[in-house]
């Protein structure tokens, strides 16, 4: 424009010098008019020109703003889904919520980046448009395809949350159950004073309980590799807590029946040496008594050895029964000392013998003493006396005075017979076993029973 105004004011200062007709007023105004038509369609150029940049610039400023953020929200999806990532399945599920939901909230702005693009098209070159519609298709795809990866994931992540729920919850199921069983098994307290039967007792509850608990550790192993498998799904530390303490309950209740089962083995072995203590002294009490009576002579010491002796048999029938008893307790828990025991049970057998073979000499020996003979011959008259006393009142008497004399006579010979019995368990301890106190106590005792019956029939008549 400014060109075409000092064109036109030359020409007028032309006109003015040379009197051109060319150059005339109406020639100017003419040219005048061509020229502010020309001005004004180069101004409507310079617009046009100027919208189509400035669509141009708008396009390419939308096209690069949405570029942008598609790639930031790519490099969200990237890092939230990478095997690196350290996060739970809720937070990875919370994270592809947010992206998708993004993903979507931009479909609008996508489309409008579309239709934009297509009226920026219509103003471009070929090649221009072209280049443009390509690079729309490959934005729609890129941005499809992060929804629809966005919404698979999270699909498949929700998937692994219920699967990781319900095996939770059935993890968290079974450590109850195990944790009832490991709380039933009770490991008693050993008491000092426990017999060697209730040592076994209380042994045989230790394996039956460690038993139990070693069928369980398949299940220990699974609890573990099964927690493994869910905390690399989601690092639910209450779950994990869970496992582990009732872990560490069954490792140290097993360990606290290993301890216990390892002191009942000790206390019995204690309760063995204690007894081969006893049987020591018993031995060297017994070989020290056969050795002072075998050529004894003097009767009057008869009794006073056969005592001694009936005392050794009365501890040797003891030693040998608690013996024999530990034997079979250790070889049943598995303690290895039975040959010692089995060298003790040999011994206190044969020294047990050879008391036996020393009481049966000392006992013929006492009863043939004149003292032994005479009480003897003084019991057996007496229980004679009482068995024709009892012979003559079996009958049945007709008068009822004569029935009270009779209950009368029968209560007497009852007193007699129980002064002869206590005479006969008075007799010497070391007659115990002998053949003729048992003979009298087993008349004694008929005669009792036929007293007894006849004393009976006679209160009721």
Avoid at 71 to 78: A, F, G, H, L, T
Avoid at 90 to 114: F, N, P, T
Avoid at 159 to 186: D, G, I, P, Y
Avoid at 195 to 204: A, G, S, V
Wanted: net charge negative; glycine share 2%; charged share 30%.
């Amino acid at each position: 424009p400014a060109l075409l105004q000092r064109l036109a004011q030359e020409r007028g200062s032309l006109f003015e010098k040379t009197k051109d007709p060319t150059l005339h007023e109406d020639i100017q105004r003419k040219v005048n008019a061509e020229h502010q038509e020309l001005q004004r369609q180069a101004k409507e150029k310079v617009n046009v020109l100027e919208a189509i940049t400035e669509e141009h610039e708008q396009y390419q400023e939308s096209l690069d703003k949405f570029q942008n953020w598609l790639n930031s929200i790519s490099e969200k999806y990237d890092g939230i889904t990478t095997k690196d990532y350290t996060g739970s399945i809720e937070e990875i599920l919370k994270g592809l919520r947010e992206l998708a939901d993004a993903v979507s909230s931009k479909e609008e702005d996508l489309l409008q980046l579309e239709h934009n693009g297509k009226a920026v098209t219509g103003n471009t070159s070929p090649l221009g448009a072209e280049h443009i519609t390509r690079e729309l298709e490959e934005l729609r795809e890129k941005w499809e395809r992060l929804r629809l990866s966005c919404t698979q994931d999270k699909e498949a992540l929700l998937q692994s949350q219920q699967e990781f729920t319900s095996r939770a919850q059935q993890l968290e199921k079974n450590v109850a159950e195990f944790n009832n069983l490991v709380h039933k098994v009770e490991v008693e307290t050993l008491n000092v004073d426990d017999t060697n039967d209730e040592l076994e007792t209380t042994w045989r509850k230790y394996v039956i309980s460690r038993k139990t608990l070693l069928e369980e550790q398949p299940h220990v192993e699974h609890f573990m590799l099964e927690l493994k498998e869910l905390f690399s799904l989601s690092q639910d530390q209450n779950l994990s807590n869970c496992v582990l303490l009732a872990i560490r309950e069954y490792h140290r209740v097993t360990g606290r029946l290993d301890v216990m089962c390892n002191q009942v083995e000790m206390k019995m072995r204690q309760n063995v040496q204690q007894l081969q203590g006893e049987f020591q002294q018993w031995r060297s009490r017994t070989r020290r008594l056969l050795d002072l009576s075998s050529d004894i002579t003097d009767t009057t010491l008869l009794g006073v050895y056969l005592q001694q002796i009936e005392d050794c048999l009365s501890q040797s029938s003891l030693l040998h029964n608690q013996f024999s008893s530990s034997q079979v307790k250790q070889r049943t828990m598995g303690i290895d000392s039975s040959e010692d025991l089995s060298d003790v049970l040999q011994q206190t057998q044969l020294l047990t013998e050879r008391l036996l073979e020393l009481r049966q000499k000392l006992q013929s020996s006492l009863s043939q003493s004149e003292e032994f003979a005479a009480t003897y011959q003084l019991l057996q008259e007496r229980l004679s006396a009482v068995k024709v006393q009892l012979m003559a009142n079996r009958k049945l008497q007709p008068s009822l005075e004569t029935k009270r004399q009779q209950v009368e006579q029968l209560q007497f010979i009852k007193r007699v017979l129980l002064e002869v019995e206590a005479e006969v368990n008075n007799l010497h301890t070391s007659l115990a076993s002998s053949p003729f106190r048992c003979q009298i106590l087993a008349t004694s005792r008929s005669l009792s029973k036929s007293l007894q019956t006849s004393l009976g029939t006679s209160e009721q008549l």
